[in-house]
């Protein structure tokens, strides 16, 4: 049982390495916070972080936190190739991140958006946050997905390593209107479902208001010939 908790060749869990390291970036609330953050994004993408530094590792983490709590329009896009002068790691990949409120469809739009670019996913950690914001959208409060509160998704993409600022600029770009439209799309999703039952319901009444005089056309003719 020892060795399960230890992971791969008997090393702690990537959160668990990381705790002291994540403690000295941030004290207090925001220590507390962040620790959640590590939590729920490393949970499935051990074997990504595993193949850094643990100091890259906590780097990236740090980095990705501050995105996701800082205030900013409902969708947020950022592509960039971190380096050790700019994010504290220089990374053997380029991040595509982005957060807004959780929806469906997420992930497949990215996917589907990347591979028109031509653009391979080396990795992408999907994970979902229970989110409170101050009014100027600053972050308040964070647990995990079953925290109850209103539900942000957060994604960190690896794609190959690109130098080309233009490439990342449009990759940031065409992610962030393609989730536009996805959020447009399943907010009118509910209002849509309810006036399509509806309709349905007014046609279904106007089918049962009309039953007697098509009947009555239908065998109309067939009276008339047997008179």
Known sequence: MAIEAHGEGGRLPVAERLRGLLARRARGIEGTELGVFARVLLARGGG??????????????????????APGPDVRVRALTPTYASDGWDAPVSVIETVMPDRAFIVDTIRCRLDAE?????????????????????????????????????????????????????????????????????DDFAPMVARAQAVAGELEAIARGGAGPIAVEATGPTAGAAA
């Open 48 to 69: 990504y972080v595993d193949a850094l530094a643990d100091e890259e590792a906590a780097a990236l983490v740090g980095s990705a936190f501050r995105f996701f709590a």
């Open 118 to 186: 031509h653009v391979a996913v080396e990795t992408l950690l999907h994970p979902i946050f229970a989110a409170r914001r101050d009014p100027d959208g600053r972050l308040v409060f964070i647990a995990g997905p079953e925290g109850g509160a209103p539900r942000e998704s957060f994604t960190h993409v690896a794609v190959p390593r690109a130098t080309d600022a233009a490439l990342l600029a449009r990759l940031e770009e065409v992610i962030r209107a393609s989730l536009a439209d996805v959020r447009l799309v399943t």
